[in-house]
Nanobody, 126 residues
């Protein structure tokens, strides 16, 4: 499975960005998807996750109410709508795929994700 992120950039605080992730290659029967972010010197941490069905989602507290994860299985795409961006959102953002046993299963731990994109930089200036 190959994942390609896009949509990052340099923006001012308060504006919005929409990240996209395109999946291609091997077809998985059901898979959860997630967005992670990483800053230099720190671990890659989860930001949001979504089940195969899209019914279940997860967000870390710091982005709740500002970020929205969504997916389009017909297009093999996952999105992260980021509103009211803050300087502390600055990071490289990665999308990832986790094989899961059912359509409503979430994956929130980094070590269960099997495939990763190359990342896209998001920089928010104050």
């Amino acid at each position: 499975v190959q994942l390609v992120e896009s949509g990052g950039g340099l923006v001012q605080a308060g504006v919005s960005l929409r990240l996209s992730c395109a999946a291609s290659g091997r077809t998985l029967p059901t898979y959860a998807m997630g967005w992670f972010r990483q800053v230099p010197g720190k671990e890659r941490d989860i930001v949001a996750a979504i089940s195969w069905s899209g019914v279940r989602t997860f967000y870390i507290n710091s982005v709740k109410g500002r970020f929205t994860i969504s997916r389009d299985n017909a297009k093999n795409m996952v999105y992260l709508q980021m509103n009211s961006l803050k300087p502390e959102d600055t990071a490289v953002y990665y999308c990832a795929v986790a094989r899961v046993p059912g359509p409503d299963v979430l994956a929130t731990r980094r070590n269960v994700y099997d495939y990763w994109g190359q990342g896209t930089q998001v920089t928010v200036s104050s």
